[in-house]
Nanobody, 123 residues
């Protein structure tokens, strides 16, 4: 069974930075599709970024130019570097995975989810 464990969240001022980490375990497919999805209170979930099994990356518009997604296959860890954070970035961020995604669409519906980690950005 796939297990995803997020870390690195917290509270920052607007304009600050955070790096989220997600350690993945229990998966058998190396070329797994991984990504980050966030949900603010009272709002629907929205994709943030995605990386395919062939390392193609896609970003949703809100984070483009500010967020950077990377994967360390040796450590089985996914990272989301978030810079120039805005109050509207405040949300619960979930690491997510799927056995396959053909295209780097950040709106992809993942099969596996982490427990989520809170990111708060204040003005």
């Amino acid at each position: 069974q796939v297990q995803l464990m997020e870390s690195g969240g917290g509270s920052v001022r607007a304009g600050g930075s955070l790096r989220l980490s997600c350690v993945a375990s229990g998966y058998s497919q190396e070329r797994k599709c991984l990504g980050w999805v966030r949900q603010a209170p009272g709002k629907e979930r929205e994709g943030v970024a995605i990386i395919t099994g062939f390392d193609t990356i896609g970003y949703a518009d809100p984070g483009k130019g500010r967020f950077t997604l990377t994967r360390d296959r040796v450590k089985n860890t996914l990272y989301l570097q978030m810079k120039r954070l805005k109050p509207e970035d405040t949300a619960m961020y979930f690491c997510a995975a799927d056995p396959w995604c053909a295209s780097p669409d950040p709106s992809f519906s993942f099969s596996y989810w982490g427990q989520g980690i809170q990111v708060n950005v204040s003005s």
